[in-house]
């Protein structure tokens, strides 16, 4: 190989599931650079709104090797998970680059050529664990253009201070939408607004719970056999403090969604009109996959078509952190640790034997 940096391995974004990937990188003595768009360390955690609570306890929502402290309240917040992970990757001393903005990753004669705004780097098998923050989702809606309030994405939403006296819907049914309209609830008139009614969760049940449905369910399917636990997923909603106080206040329920925009507010099955002053679409997001493009490796829905995490298209390339496609629950703090580990063991064999 020849080129501006070389290494074994390229791991492309530095949160969560970069670090986890690091770890083991470090451990079976691979070469490796870690490189992250970002201009802090956290992953997409800084960006996240101010009152967010992982539902997942601290000793279940550690990486791999050091567990995370231990938080007030039970809930790790945003600025907890924040300063886990930046020490984190300090503790050990991970190479991380940043902030590095990869523009493409290209097949060269010996690998891949990872190409961003600070130089080339050239490496046997590149690690993809960017995650979905760039890429905010809100589904087509042609007449959403007509409204005249105010729109935003989840993740530009920071407190509920600026939404006070107003009437916003709230449309997710997903645990961030859960939290946001628990808060915006206490200074505004919030509607909430979800393709089906959310299915709550009993109080004692949180994330550490979810996961080992998850993992049980993984285990039966590798095994063949049927399931024997309940389908509950990680989108259903867990009771956090904050969204059992909404239930206590009797706020948290929701209605089917609406037929569409007009100027001043929503249309709705029956004909009748409410008028809306603002919008908080609380409705996920796509894989940031734009730098794998060269490769030709996206497919129409957005995604990389993997076995096990690892490209099916292109033998060096390795995918972690997107979501159960990727490993089950490798987009939480609670699963990552697996889907690293497997991903850096499957990379050390590959580059062994030339056999993905």
Not at 43 to 56: E, I, K, N, T, V
Not at 204 to 217: H, I, K, P, S, W
Request: net charge neutral; aromatic share 8%.
């Amino acid at each position: 190989m020849s080129g501006d940096f070389v290494r074994d391995v390229v791991v492309i974004g530095g949160g969560q599931s970069g670090l986890a990937a690091g770890y083991f990188l470090n451990r079976v003595g691979l070469s490796f650079q870690i490189l992250d768009a970002s201009d802090c360390p956290g992953g997409a955690w800084p960006d996240a709104w101010d009152s967010l609570r992982l539902f997942s306890p601290a000793q279940m929502s550690s990486l791999p090797g050091w567990p995370m402290p231990p938080s007030t309240g039970g809930y790790p917040s945003r600025d907890h998970v924040v300063d886990y992970l930046t020490q984190y990757e300090q503790r050990y001393s991970l190479p991380i680059q940043r902030p590095v903005r990869v523009t493409g990753v290209a097949r060269s004669a010996d690998g891949l050529s990872v190409q961003t705004n600070r130089g080339t780097w050239l490496a046997k098998a590149v690690i993809s664990a960017t995650g979905g923050a760039s890429q905010p989702f809100i589904p087509p809606c042609s007449s959403r253009a007509l409204f005249r309030g105010k729109q935003i994405h989840s993740s530009t939403y920071r407190r509920p201070d600026g939404f006070a006296g107003q009437r916003v819907l709230v449309v997710g049914g997903g645990n961030s939408g859960a939290q946001i309209l628990a808060e915006v609830s206490k200074v505004a008139e919030t509607t909430w607004v979800t393709p089906e009614p959310p299915r709550f969760l009993a109080d004692d049940v949180d994330g550490r719970v979810l996961f080992e449905r998850a993992t049980q369910r993984v285990r039966a399917q590798m095994e063949g056999r049927a399931p024997d636990v309940p389908r509950d997923g990680l989108g259903d909603i867990v009771m956090v403090p904050s969204v059992r106080d909404a239930r206590d206040r009797e706020v948290l329920y929701t209605v089917r969604p609406f037929v569409r925009f007009d100027p001043q507010g929503v249309v709705w099955q029956d004909g009748t009109r409410s008028p809306v002053d603002a919008v908080i679409w609380c409705t996920g997001f796509r894989p940031g996959l734009d730098h794998l493009a060269p490769l030709g490796v996206v497919e129409a829905d957005g995604r990389v078509a993997v076995e096990n995490g690892h490209s099916t298209r292109e033998p060096r390339l390795w995918l972690l952190g997107y979501g159960d496609w990727t490993g089950a629950a490798s987009a939480t703090l609670a699963g990552i640790t697996r889907s690293a580990r497997d991903t850096v063991h499957a990379i050390q064999q590959f580059l062994t034997t030339g056999k993905p």
